[in-house]
């Protein structure tokens, strides 16, 4: 039996601070329980104990069973789950995280439903990954055609970093072992990186849907803020992971995103990063209290917001 990552006991404060946690475990062809505060897998080699306030996100892979115990601590520390496929190239569906204020998602709501805010965030999302190229003024045309133009520099610059051989981008979306091994390490990287992007969105409140680079998918949000780190976390960590051979090199890339995360403090950034491309200011958080608590409002007249669970038929409210 081991534990991994021990840490002294957390206030419920910690426990709602996102940024803190491990970016993700995964699991595969194991049993997950619950024991006490701990999740447990359980396989052929034993028991293995983890806090479920240090798990940013849960990637359940293959062969994996989960207890109504086990998502129900995982719930309540906040950790997000996320159902995966084989090597986490894939992913299924997604646990809901912990949250308690609409504040983030209203400021996303508002950005994105004005078209020249909207335009306006996805310019700052791309000051953000290349921040020697000035976006200003530029078309969302012109956007792609640079990520495009940046994202073959990267590629090109971790070749010659790394001594691995690179032709082009080669995706095969049911055929992962098609690909050579550094499309495989990069596949494998994008979709931890989608995993991680999509605990955090979910953790703050917001909405997976409501893109500003990306549209028309239910997770546009989650891409647009996984491809905030492609070209300095993910595609470094695929090389890597290639340059030390062909073989297992999903579960390489895995590890070694894993350290980069957590030595770089990505999480802590990446809700950094959100609260600042939304223009939020955490006025209206409730997560920071100690416990958390509800706290629901009524829309009056003038923008102004009243106490929920009150009738107010016979009550002057402004």
Request: a neutral charge; one cysteine or more.
């Amino acid at each position: 039996m081991s534990t991994v990552s021990r840490r002294g006991a957390s206030s419920p404060r910690e426990l709602a601070r996102i940024g803190d946690r491990l970016s993700f475990v995964y699991l595969e062809r194991c049993t997950v329980h619950r024991d006490a505060n701990a999740i447990t897998a359980e396989d052929a080699d034993g028991v293995t104990h983890i806090p479920s306030a240090t798990i940013g996100t849960l990637l359940l892979g293959p062969g994996t069973r989960v207890t109504h115990q086990a998502m129900a601590v995982l719930g309540d520390s906040g950790a997000g789950v996320a159902w995966v496929g084989e090597h986490g190239v894939r992913y299924y569906a997604g646990g809901r995280a912990l949250t308690r204020s609409s504040g983030l998602v209203e400021a996303q709501a508002t950005a994105w439903a004005n078209r020249r805010t909207r335009l306006e965030v996805a310019r700052a999302m791309y000051r953000l990954r290349f921040p020697d190229e000035d976006p200003a003024g530029r078309t969302r045309q012109e956007l792609l055609s640079m990520e495009g133009r940046r994202l073959k520099d990267c590629y090109r610059r971790e070749s010659a970093r790394t001594g691995v051989a690179w032709r082009r981008r080669d995706y095969h979306r049911d055929d992962f072992a098609a690909g050579d091994a550094p499309n495989q390490g990069v596949t494998a990287a994008a979709q931890c990186m989608y995993g991680i992007a999509h605990a955090v969105v979910a953790a703050l409140g917001c909405s997976p849907g409501l893109g500003f680079v990306h549209s028309g998918h239910e997770r546009s949000f989650v891409l647009d803020v996984a491809d905030l780190y492609k070209t300095d976390v993910a595609i470094p960590a695929a090389f890597d992971a290639a340059a030390e051979g062909e073989e297992d090199v999903a579960a390489r890339t895995r590890r070694m995103l894993r350290d980069r995360i957590n030595e770089t403090g990505l999480l802590d950034r990446c809700v950094r990063n959100i609260k600042e491309l939304l223009g939020y200011d955490g006025t209206r958080d409730t997560a920071d209290t100690a416990p958390p608590q509800d706290r629901v409002t009524l829309q009056s007249d003038g923008d102004v917001q009243v106490e929920g669970g009150r009738n107010y038929g016979d009550e002057i409210v402004w």
